[in-house]
């Protein structure tokens, strides 16, 4: 599928998970198939997603914490290389206020952006 630590266009990723090309949580068939992660955006991820308000992204969000399973995680290098982190699952999923400001502090996004925190845990692979 993917090798750890190697660069992938999103082009690349696509034809092998699907989904929306520009979203940062693609999605097929309903479920989310992949993550693709600005670093300035969520600046503790891979194990930490902030999800924003915008309605296409807050349903991702939703959805991802309640499918189970793991996705493959792509941190954002440069404009068209995601590096691949692995495989995650999500452990916890935070929607209050409270548990979201912090991470919009060290973030590009503003408090009132992020309203989902995901919190990620890798999966280990033989």
């Given at each position: 599928m993917f090798?750890l630590?190697k660069?992938?266009t999103?082009?690349?990723?696509?034809a092998?998970?699907?989904g929306n090309?520009h979203?940062?949580l693609?999605?097929k068939?309903?479920?989310?198939?992949?993550a693709c992660?600005r670093?300035?955006?969520?600046?503790?991820?891979?194990?930490?997603?902030?999800c924003?308000s915008?309605?296409?992204e807050?349903?991702a969000?939703e959805?991802?914490a309640?499918?189970g399973?793991?996705?493959?995680?792509?941190l954002k290098?440069t404009?068209?290389?995601w590096a691949?982190?692995g495989?995650?699952r999500?452990?916890?999923s935070?929607?209050?206020?409270?548990?979201c400001?912090?991470?919009?502090?060290?973030?590009?996004?503003?408090?009132?952006?992020i309203?989902?925190?995901?919190?990620?845990?890798k999966?280990?692979?033989?």
């Amino acid at each position: 599928m993917f090798e750890l630590g190697k660069s992938y266009t999103r082009e690349e990723i696509h034809a092998v998970v699907g989904g929306n090309k520009h979203s940062y949580l693609p999605r097929k068939k309903g479920k989310v198939v992949a993550a693709c992660l600005r670093p300035d955006l969520n600046p503790d991820a891979p194990n930490v997603i902030l999800c924003n308000s915008c309605p296409p992204e807050r349903t991702a969000g939703e959805q991802l914490a309640r499918q189970g399973g793991a996705i493959p995680v792509f941190l954002k290098q440069t404009t068209s290389n995601w590096a691949y982190q692995g495989m995650f699952r999500v452990l916890s999923s935070e929607t209050h206020p409270d548990a979201c400001a912090p991470h919009a502090a060290r973030s590009a996004w503003t408090a009132g952006q992020i309203k989902q925190v995901l919190k990620l845990e890798k999966q280990v692979q033989f």
